[in-house]
């Protein structure tokens, strides 16, 4: 099953790490420390055409991370996880 992350982006659900916030998470600095890192990696995807909501952690089979910002929220993204598991 695939999880839509907006912006006509899919991805399979079984890559996906965790969902945050990035309001909240931004705050700390190992988070900010750890986005910065990716983004000079090129690890980063942003799929927002505005201010991003949240972040989204996915590791591929092949052991490679990536990290999409999304304009969606948590919430969003929470409710189409579970939609996939019915």
């Known amino acids: ?3 839509d ?3 006509t982006t899919v991805i399979p659900h079984k ?3 965790g969902i945050f916030d990035l309001d909240n998470t931004s705050s700390s600095i190992r988070t900010r420390k750890t986005l910065e890192q990716a983004e000079q990696r090129g690890e980063i995807t942003n799929l927002s055409e505005d201010l991003p909501k ?3 952690l ?3 089979p092949q052991g490679q991370q990536r990290i999409y910002l999304s304009q969606l ?3 969003t993204l929470r409710s189409r996880v579970k939609s996939l598991s019915r």
């Open 73 to 75: 929220s948590t919430a």
């Open 1 to 3: 099953m695939y999880l």
């Open 15 to 17: 890559e996906v790490i």
């Open 54 to 56: 949240s972040f989204i």
């Open 5 to 7: 992350l907006g912006q």
């Open 58 to 60: 996915c590791q591929a």
